[in-house]
């Protein structure tokens, strides 16, 4: 396994950075595909911002290869088909040389076949619901075995939760989740009948009936647990009529896998206090690493009361992963890249080391956090890096399933009949 790398370039000699410039273009492109209108405007536009920081800390740094980088951000406006328009206008118009970007697994879904076709290279930094390892995706944030089961677990051992509301917006990612989720209760000894699965629309607003079905799910006197995947701005809703329909964390927990810093500092959180969220960041990391990041960001933003959030930490690690690649591979080739990525490592800012897998997922920690009153999260649990899985244990059809794009040359490999299986892109 390669060794950690502290700096985010290195020691590179001067001579040779000059011989690979020769034979770089400059100035390094970096794709930022990121919605900053729409319905999840309320949590991309912080991560285009963190992309522009990355970029300039960068150049401050001297670049890459004796190049300079440059941001190229366009606004897929939190249009699913949109997102995939606009990386292509990244890959072929703006030939970028990397895109770093998506927060839907819709919207990442779209971009696949675009990605796979043209052979570009995207980082994905938001937890998803896994079943899915592309050559052409390194994905940074979490696969259900970091976030979702052992949120569950949480809910099951230290909470006794014996009835579950799984609430989502509907689209993939929370329903394989909840597939995922449904199968892994059942086997835990959790019926049927006392799972309560919902979904609904991008920016879905009147949240009355469903946390009534959800007081309901109690009425025989069992706990009542609610795990969300409710995203974008619909949370807003959805905890304002927890808070008037005079629901505690006491009452019904609730764990939400994306909901953090960012969507907390638009809500009044006075009657949200103990609710959780799963992650495997919090800017209350008390690391000095996490430290030095914050401070950056504040000095970058220009403003002392904007939050870190995880999906930034996974936009921090697969960025300065990406530029010890390149600098490995003397190259932005795309597969030059991608097989200098393999074994990567890079300190996180909790405190451990995220190394990247030949499936192209991250190890990474599992956080619950316990909502504080000034939107901030108390750090209740928190593991040792984790492997991230992209094929679940808890799908039959997927538990014979492992991605290995190093040995195996294959995101989907089937070992029952040892054969690769051809990934579908779509959506």
Not at 60 to 73: K, N, Y
Not at 122 to 144: D, L
Request: aromatic letters at 10%; glycine letters at 8%.
């Amino acid at each position: 396994m390669k060794s950690i790398k502290t700096a985010l370039v290195g020691t590179v000699a001067f001579a040779a950075m000059t011989a690979t410039a020769q034979a770089q273009d400059c100035p390094i492109k970096v794709g930022v595909l990121h919605s900053l209108s729409g319905t999840m405007a309320i949590s991309e536009t912080t991560l285009k911002d963190t992309m522009e920081m990355l970029v300039a800390k960068q150049n401050e740094a001297g670049g890459v290869l004796g190049c300079d980088l440059e941001a190229v951000v366009v606004d897929p406006a939190s249009d699913w088909p949109l997102f995939a328009e606009k990386a292509r206008e990244l890959l072929t118009v703006q030939e970028v040389d990397v895109i770093f970007g998506s927060w839907t697994s819709v919207s990442r879904k779209s971009v696949l076949p675009v990605l796979e076709e043209l052979n570009g290279l995207m980082f994905y930094p938001v937890q998803y619901e896994g079943e899915e390892s592309s050559k052409n995706v390194f994905y940074t944030g979490a696969a259900p075995n970091q976030q979702a089961i052992p949120a569950t677990d949480y809910f099951l051992d230290e909470l006794g939760v014996e009835k579950f509301a799984l609430l989502g917006t509907d689209y993939v990612y929370p329903r394989t989740t909840n597939n995922i989720l449904e199968s892994y209760l059942m086997d835990k000894g959790i019926s049927e009948e006392d799972i309560f699965v919902n979904y609904t629309p991008f920016g879905h607003s009147d949240w009355s009936k469903v946390v009534a079905d959800v007081v309901a799910l109690g009425a025989d006197g069992k706990k009542v647990g609610v795990i969300s995947t409710i995203n974008g701005d619909a949370n807003v809703g959805f905890y304002k009529e927890l808070a008037s329909a005079g629901i505690s964390a006491e009452d019904i927990p609730v764990v939400a896998f994306s909901v953090g810093e960012e969507e907390l500092a638009g809500l009044d959180t006075s009657n949200l206090v103990g609710h959780l969220a799963a992650w495997n960041y919090f800017m209350s990391a008390d690391t000095e690493a996490n430290a030095e990041f914050i401070a950056s960001w504040h000095d970058f933003i220009g403003d002392e009361t904007r939050v870190a959030n995880d999906p930034m930490e996974a936009h921090y690690i697969g960025f300065n992963m990406w530029v010890n690649a390149v600098t490995e591979a003397e190259t932005t080739d795309v597969d030059a890249v991608r097989t200098a990525m393999w074994g990567q490592e890079y300190p996180n800012l909790t405190g451990g080391t995220a190394v990247m897998g030949t499936n192209h997922h991250l190890a990474k920690p599992v956080l619950i956090g316990e909502i504080l009153e000034d939107g901030q999260f108390d750090i209740i649990s928190q593991t040792t890096e984790v492997a991230g899985d992209a094929w679940t244990d808890y799908l039959p059809e997927s538990a014979v399933l492992k991605s290995d794009w190093q040995e195996l040359e294959c995101g989907m490999y089937n070992t029952e009949t040892s054969t690769c299986v051809q990934i579908e892109s779509n959506y």
